[in-house]
């Protein structure tokens, strides 16, 4: 009984010799775990000291400045400025008109259409004669068809009545004509005629300045005569 006894004794104490054997390990690793838990934490938590941050070197510095937007100017400059006072638009002077000077020739003229439009060739050029435009005594008469005074050698035709005025006295360059043309001759043509066979120096001591035409109707009127007569 006695050794019986003293058998379950040794066995018991070497069944708690290997459990205490057991259990400080597992103690010892478990310590380590909460060691390590505690290290990351610490880790994790910890701020980034001055040492840490690494200061921006001056080529970065100037780098960041350049990249800073530059200062916008205003959408608007107009609001922001006055205009000035633009000075009110002076109205454009216009010259003058200049009086149209009128010649012998294209007074006559004139005098010619305002007659034109009633009287034979004939009627019309005593009527100019005798007007008072011309400084000297002038008569009219009629006028045939074919070598005038004037053109020369050149036969003039196409009309069926004319006549000429003039001045009583040979020496003054001035020789007109009033005709009325056959039905279906042109103004223009027989015109041209006229102009293409005319000579200013037709008379031989003196010389016309001018030579004026026109028409009316069918009737035309021609002239030879100096610009303008001395007073």
């Known amino acids: 009984m006695k050794k019986l006894l003293a058998l379950l004794l040794v066995l018991a104490m070497t069944v708690s010799m290997v ?7 597992e103690k010892d690793k478990a310590t380590e775990t909460e060691t390590e838990t505690e290290t990351e ?9 001055e040492e840490t941050v690494p200061e921006a070197t001056d080529d970065k510095k100037e780098e960041a400045e350049d990249k ?9 400059p107009a609001k922001d400025e006055k205009p000035a006072d633009k000075p009110a638009d002076k109205p454009a002077e216009q010259a003058p008109a200049q009086p149209t000077e009128q010649t012998v020739g294209t007074k006559l003229l004139a005098e010619f259409k305002s007659k034109a439009g009633s009287g034979s060739a004939l009627s019309i050029a005593e009527g100019i004669a ?13 006028v045939e068809p074919g070598l005038l005074a004037g053109f020369d050698n050149a036969e003039i035709t196409g009309f069926k009545s004319g006549a000429v005025f003039q001045p009583m006295i040979g020496s003054i360059a001035f020789i007109g004509y009033v005709f009325e043309l056959e039905d279906g ?11 293409a066979n005319a000579n200013l120096r037709w008379n031989i001591c003196v010389e016309a300045e001018e030579m004026v035409t026109g028409s009316a109707g069918n009737k035309v ?3 030879m005569c100096p610009k303008a007569f001395e007073e």
């Open 68 to 76: 800073k937007p530059a200062d916008t100017p205003s959408k608007n």
């Open 185 to 195: 001759v042109s103004a223009s043509d027989f015109i041209n005629t006229l102009k």
């Open 41 to 49: 934490q610490s880790v994790e938590t910890q701020e980034p000291t």
């Open 130 to 142: 005798n007007g008072g435009s011309l400084p000297f005594m002038a008569g009219a008469m009629e």
């Open 19 to 25: 459990a205490c054997s057991k259990s400080e390990p």
């Open 221 to 223: 009127f021609f002239v």
